[in-house]
């Protein structure tokens, strides 16, 4: 069976940018948010069963679903954020078993924001690869990259695993504080390490 890495970490800590690394090296990524925001797009696989739990509201009249709209509700509402889930994670996870199926890649890295958090994905993987930086770090990328306030980063990382949790999980780590260069020879490295592991496997 191919070599499955979890890529994980927090919010704004370089997932996206260390997964495109590895994609350009010839791993096979397959990025749940991706997955996530397609299965909502227009004519998306959830929106019938969306607009079947939730109502016609949360439905654009181009047949997406209203993030905006959802976020806000499922904030507010336990019960709603459950229900969400419940509809898109098996979704997700059948789409990502359909692309690994077809991955064409040595190894493949699943990127799975909440990976710590979900349990399940932690027994479908082989390692966990956490992308760490110190929070203040995190902070300014996001709020330079969204726009943010300080405080709306704040509430985002507190509903996250913190980073000492997340790092006890970690098989490896690399560190996007460095300079993009370092990252770079980091996942270089990283990518030659796992190449073995599928050369001894
Ligand atoms: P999210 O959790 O929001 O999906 P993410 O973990 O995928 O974010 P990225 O989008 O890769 O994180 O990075 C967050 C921001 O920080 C981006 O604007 C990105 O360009 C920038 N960034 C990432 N790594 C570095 C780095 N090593 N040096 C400088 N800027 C970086």
Redesign the pocket.
């Known amino acids: 069976k191919t070599l499955s890495i979890g890529l994980t970490?927090?919010?704004?800590?370089?997932?996206?940018?260390?997964?495109n690394l590895l994609a350009a090296l010839g791993a096979s990524v397959i990025d749940t948010?991706l997955i996530a925001h397609s299965l909502t797009a227009p004519g998306g696989a959830a929106i019938p069963a969306i607009r079947h739990a939730f109502g016609a509201e949360f439905i654009n009249a181009d047949g997406s679903m209203d993030r905006q709209k959802m976020r806000t509700h499922v904030f507010t509402d336990q019960t709603a954020k459950q229900l969400l889930e419940s509809i898109l994670h098996p979704q997700i996870r059948q789409a990502c078993e359909d692309a690994a199926q077809t991955a064409q890649g040595k190894y493949i890295v699943f990127v799975v924001?909440l990976l710590i958090e979900s349990g399940t994905w932690l027994q479908r993987i082989n390692r966990v690869l956490v992308?760490d930086c110190d929070e203040e770090t995190q902070i300014t990328?996001?709020m330079?990259?969204n726009q943010f306030s300080r405080e709306q980063v704040c509430s985002i990382m507190r509903a996250q695993v913190t980073r000492e949790i997340r790092l006890q999980h970690a098989d490896d780590v690399i560190n996007?504080?460095?300079?993009?260069a370092?990252?770079k020879q980091q996942v270089e490295l990283l990518h030659q390490k796992y190449l073995q592991m599928c050369a001894q496997a």
């Open positions: 970490g927090g919010i704004g800590s370089g997932k996206t940018t260390v997964a948010d924001p992308i990328r996001v330079q990259r996007s504080a460095q300079e993009l370092q990252v």
